[in-house]
């Protein structure tokens, strides 16, 4: 290994300084194209296939989510109401373009988390949702970091209509 070294400190000591330069120069450039062609272009490239794929991978995700639950485990789980109102929330969600998680609590109760959003929109979307499917809100728990309320982290039960 020395002996490699020290033939190519000869090599280099032997060059011009203006072959030095060239060679530097040279060097730079083809390992600039190297880390450009081998790392950040494929990732630009990703990014790109990505940002293109998300919202359709998103909307199947809301699609199947709006799908009531099919099979045994599922009759056991939740009662046919409390799964007709999540999944009609789910659809309801997915035509808003807003993702919440929704589990059912009870026959006929449903809990859903939203995501953060200023207040207005949460309660613009939770008049909708009440509207839309016929359910009645039982409990609201809003939750904000900050005292102008900004964002809110907004939890509410809806009950199935009797």
Same mark, same amino acid.
């Given at each position: $290994?020395?002996?490699?070294?020290?033939?190519? $400190?000869?090599?280099?000591?032997? #060059?011009?300084?203006?072959?030095?330069?060239?060679?530097?120069?040279?060097?730079? !450039?083809?390992?600039?194209?190297?880390?450009?062609?081998?790392?950040?272009?494929?990732?630009? #490239?990703?990014?790109?296939?990505?940002?293109?794929? !998300?919202?359709?991978? =998103?909307?199947?995700?809301?699609? $199947?989510?709006?799908?009531?639950? @099919?099979?045994?485990?599922?009759?056991?789980?939740?009662?046919?109401?409390?799964?007709?109102?999540?999944?009609?929330?789910?659809?309801?969600?997915?035509?808003?373009?807003?993702?919440?998680?929704?589990?059912?609590?009870?026959?006929?109760?449903? =809990?859903?988390?939203?995501?953060?959003?200023? $207040?207005?929109?949460?309660?613009?979307?939770?008049?909708?949702?009440?509207?839309?499917?016929?359910?009645?809100? @039982?409990?609201?728990?809003?939750?904000?970091?900050?005292?102008?309320?900004? !964002?809110?982290?907004? @939890?509410?039960?809806? =009950?199935?209509?009797?």
């Amino acid at each position: $290994m020395r002996d490699i070294k020290a033939k190519a $400190m000869l090599w280099w000591s032997a #060059r011009s300084t203006r072959e030095r330069t060239i060679l530097i120069v040279w060097a730079t !450039v083809a390992a600039l194209l190297l880390v450009w062609f081998s790392v950040l272009s494929p990732l630009f #490239r990703r990014i790109d296939q990505l940002e293109k794929r !998300v919202p359709e991978l =998103e909307s199947k995700l809301y699609a $199947m989510r709006a799908q009531p639950l @099919v099979g045994a485990h599922a009759h056991n789980a939740t009662s046919n109401s409390a799964a007709d109102l999540r999944s009609t929330l789910f659809r309801l969600l997915a035509d808003k373009k807003v993702s919440g998680e929704l589990r059912a609590l009870s026959a006929s109760r449903v =809990e859903l988390r939203l995501p953060e959003l200023p $207040m207005k929109d949460a309660l613009e979307l939770l008049e909708f949702l009440r509207q839309e499917s016929g359910a009645r809100i @039982v409990v609201l728990n809003a939750k904000t970091d900050r005292a102008p309320a900004i !964002v809110s982290r907004v @939890v509410v039960e809806l =009950e199935a209509a009797s």
